[in-house]
């Protein structure tokens, strides 16, 4: 099925659809508004402070309070503890660099690459992202001041007011957050669900009572699946509640988005809907109440069978909805409560070292770095050459780029070159010509900034398809605005402050579109098939006896996992804006990937459960009879998810292992029902057996479609971009 509620209608013409997108992704939505003027406010605050007290660096600091205002409490919370790994590091290592490398040129240029080849191979390779960006966002906006022919002090100082502006910032951020959670009321991922839940039960109660959907509940369902739930994953993955709740949280924010995808595609393909089809709605609508309101209360979902064996003619996406609802409980599988989990695995928590042992040398890493160097080297090389400093915002703005390429694809330049173009010419030349030389004192200046950055702000919090015009638009007026302590209304100012962000943003085009690029959609299928070959791996664990071992290892396994599915997700998103032969191809393979996702997370669910029974975690002791016969059906069932992975890479392959599955979880269950009548706890059995069966049947399930679509004579036309 083609998400036709996120992709091109043909009957349109470019102009028409893409004037429908904008109106959806610009469109209100809860909360949007609050967080505007959370983004808006910390902006304000960093402004004034800088410009009253003639602070340097206010347009950097200010930006950085824009973005970083985003997140959750528990997300600023974070950030701000980065600060002091990611500043100081930053500064001790620019003040020792600089001691050695002052006195030759040479030295201090090869100095300066190292330096940028380190920041971008860091963003790729470390496990500490927020504190490794600050350090590339000091390193950055500092280098030109080692260039500059002042007394060493001076340049000490600007370092330090460099740490000392970016830290307030975040402090300012961090207060505001403060703030807001203290006044809120709610949970920041639950009620997101919910609110999606809510919105498809609304859509449903108009088929069940036969009647036509309205346009404001049309609306507001194609809202929310063009917004998807990159902003709810980023918060889910950024909780403190354990790495089994993260984990849960992502697969039911997943299955959850796809609740919505479905209910906006409705109106495409249902009709009249009959009397018995009716009843079958209503029984679905009342299951969405229910998984509400347990939502609600902070309880696991109750499991209650929807998935029905035929599909009606008439409701031909209503048996999907079914098997979507019907996943959810499943993911709660062994959870008492949606406030305990993961009690038995105590290694969770252990702190997991800066950069994995296995990443130093991937390929994908070194890559990111070499070209993230390079670009941000053209652009220190041409400034340095024309005698141009002015344009030396080039370098940053190849960081600012790089921190959203990592699984972007090409519709990003356009945003980040519209973003430079209406923040820099459209909106800050605009003020300079018309609005600052009638402008004397702070107060109408802050109404004017606050006016840009509230837009900006609007923009960025759309999804992930236009929010990073926002932040473009909001970075190029600052950087035009903020430099100097006066209104500035030289067009000279404006005219380099934008030369440098256009220069910087076409090397990027230049480097990382041309250098090693691939489509959006092969890419993400080989983020798929990597995620498919990960969690067969995963199956198999634990591979060592020692307790504290297996549980590290696991830990980083899940890590990658779920790494992976998000990665999927964006490059889903990218393949949208991609134009080109290989477009079709890739709509209808993103189309399956993106039917596919939610049941995958939710088996990684199941998985992290099967694998403490693998693993004797306490509480989850079997007799090691049972382990063996588990430990033959988990090797049968990762070949299988390995057979998945080489068919949608285009290998032709029979359907092996179906019955040899089957009949291994036969005996595994035999086995359990034995031990169980020789004195296994009932219970522990129980829910160990109802595991296994749903683990056989999610497996077993998406063998079976991806076998369909893509084993035969291989005629499906996505696999022209899967065999490229």
Request: proline share 4%; hydrophobic share 50%.
């Amino acid at each position: 099925m083609a998400a036709i509620a996120q992709s091109v209608p043909t009957s349109s013409s470019p102009l028409t659809w893409l004037w429908d997108w904008l109106k959806d992704e610009l469109a209100p939505y809860p909360g949007r508004a609050l967080l505007v003027a959370r983004m808006v406010t910390a902006a304000t605050l960093v402004m004034i402070i800088s410009m009253t007290f003639r602070l340097p660096y206010g347009a950097y600091a200010a930006l950085y309070a824009f973005n970083i205002s985003r997140d959750s409490i528990e997300g600023t919370k974070r950030a701000v503890q980065s600060i002091v790994i990611g500043f100081l590091f930053a500064g001790a290592y620019i003040l020792t660099g600089a001691m050695v490398v002052m006195g030759d040129p040479l030295l201090r240029f090869l100095w300066i690459v190292a330096t940028l080849f380190l920041i971008f191979y860091g963003i790729s390779a470390t496990g500490s992202f927020a504190a490794w960006t600050r350090f590339g966002y000091m390193a950055v906006i500092t280098i030109t001041l080692w260039d500059r022919h002042i007394g060493a002090q001076a340049k000490v100082n600007g370092l330090l007011w460099a740490i000392g502006m970016l830290t307030m910032a975040s402090f300012v951020a961090l207060l505001l957050e403060a703030g807001y959670a203290a006044l809120r009321q709610g949970d920041d991922i639950i009620d997101p669900i919910t609110e999606r839940l809510a919105c498809v039960e609304q859509l449903l109660h108009f088929y069940a009572n036969g009647c036509p959907v309205d346009a404001a509940t049309q609306s507001r369902v194609m809202r929310l699946a063009m917004l998807g739930t990159s902003r709810l994953r980023r918060l889910v993955a950024r909780s403190q509640n354990g790495a089994q709740y993260i984990q849960e949280m992502g697969a039911l924010a997943a299955l959850t988005g796809r609740l919505v995808d479905l209910a906006a595609n409705l109106t495409h393909f249902v009709g009249p809907v009959s009397l018995v089809d009716q009843d079958r709605i209503k029984r679905l609508v009342r299951r969405i109440g229910e998984i509400r309101s347990d939502l609600d209360n902070g309880t696991v979902p109750r499991a209650a069978d929807l998935r029905e064996v035929e599909t009606s003619p008439g409701l031909p996406l209503f048996s999907e909805i079914e098997q979507a609802l019907a996943l959810i409980p499943e993911v709660f599988l062994g959870s008492q409560s949606l406030r305990i989990f993961d009690p038995a695995a105590p290694g969770d928590g252990d702190p997991q070292p800066v950069v994995a042992p296995d990443t130093w040398l991937r390929s994908e890493h070194l890559k990111f770095g070499l070209k993230g160097c390079l670009a941000a080297t053209l652009c220190y090389l041409t400034y340095s050459a024309l005698f141009w400093p002015e344009i030396s915002t080039s370098v940053t703005t190849c960081l600012l780029t790089a921190l959203t390429t990592i699984g972007a694809s090409r519709q990003k330049q356009v945003l980040r070159f519209a973003g430079a173009l209406i923040g820099g010419l459209v909106i800050g030349m605009g003020a300079q010509v018309f609005i600052l030389p009638y402008i004397d004192s702070i107060a109408p200046f802050v109404l004017l900034f606050m006016a840009v950055t509230s837009a900006a702000a609007w923009v960025a919090t759309s999804s992930p398809r236009l929010s990073y015009c926002g932040v473009q638009i909001a970075f190029a007026f600052l950087l035009i605005n903020l430099q100097e302590f006066k209104m500035q209304t030289s067009l000279t100012v404006a005219r380099d402050r934008v030369a440098g962000i256009l220069l910087g943003l076409f090397v990027m085009w230049l480097v990382f579109d041309q250098l090693w690029s691939v489509p959006a959609g092969v890419a993400m299928r080989d983020a798929f098939v990597s995620g498919l070959r990960l969690l067969a791996q995963f199956a198999r664990e634990p591979i060592s006896n020692d307790l504290r071992t297996a549980i590290q290892r696991s830990a980083f396994l899940r890590e990658t996992i779920n790494a992976q599915f998000d990665k999927v997700r964006a490059l889903a998103d990218g393949v949208l804006f991609e134009f080109g032969p290989t477009r079709q191809p890739g709509l209808e393979l993103r189309s399956l990937i993106r039917r596919w996702q939610p049941e995958l997370r939710t088996l990684f669910v199941m998985r992290i459960t099967s694998w403490k029974y693998r693993a004797q975690v306490p509480g989850f002791e079997f007799p090691q009879s049972i382990r063996v016969r588990q430990a033959a059906y988990d090797e049968r069932s990762a070949r299988m998810l390995e057979e998945m992975a080489d068919r949608i890479e285009g290998h032709r392959l029979g359907m092996a292992g179906g019955f040899d599955a089957a009949e291994l979880l036969n005996r595994t269950i035999e086995e359990t029902q034995a031990e169980s009548s020789r004195g296994l706890a009932a219970g522990r059995a129980q829910s160990f057996t109802a595991l296994s069966r749903e683990i056989d049947r999610l497996t077993t399930t998406l063998a079976a479609e991806v076998a369909a679509e893509f084993g035969g004579q291989l005629t499906h036309t996505g696999l022209q971009l899967a065999r490229e």
